[in-house]
Nanobody, 126 residues
Framework: QVQLVESGGGLVQAGGSLRLSCAASGRTFRSYAMGWFRQAPGKEREFVATISWSGGRTHYADSVKGRFTISRDNAKNTAYLQMNSLKPEDTAVYYC???????????????????WGQGTQVTVSS
């Protein structure tokens, strides 16, 4: 079992920045690829970013590429999502997820993730 707890959400003006954290406990964090997803009101959950457990490979949704950065600190069992140049359309509940994988593997497919956090709200005002 892996328990995931997100933090760092909040209210920010358009153009601002937030950094989300995802703290993991349980099994060896470094064996898991991590992903960030989000769900806006009335919409399906969508992929945002993913990182391999080695940290060497990342992948982003086109809508956030160049503005968001995913990273991880395996010593601290924590993954991060740095969000810059935020837009009102980034408003959503953000979830982190974990998938047991090889060191360079990652995925943007929601159903492939085994463990999920409870989510943290990000609201961007115009």
């Amino acid at each position: 079992q892996v328990q995931l707890v997100e933090s760092g959400g909040g209210l920010v003006q358009a153009g601002g920045s937030l950094r989300l954290s995802c703290a993991a406990s349980g099994r060896t964090f470094r064996s898991y690829a991590m992903g960030w997803f989000r769900q806006a009101p009335g919409k399906e959950r969508e992929f945002v970013a993913t990182i391999s457990w080695s940290g060497g490979r990342t992948h982003y949704a086109d809508s956030v590429k160049g503005r968001f950065t995913i990273s991880r600190d395996n010593a601290k069992n924590t993954a991060y999502l740095q969000m810059n140049s935020l837009k009102p359309e980034d408003t959503a509940v953000y979830y982190c997820a974990a998938k047991y994988s090889g060191p360079y593997d990652y995925t943007d497919v929601e159903r492939e993730y085994t463990y999920w956090g409870q989510g943290t709200q990000v609201t961007v005002s115009s």
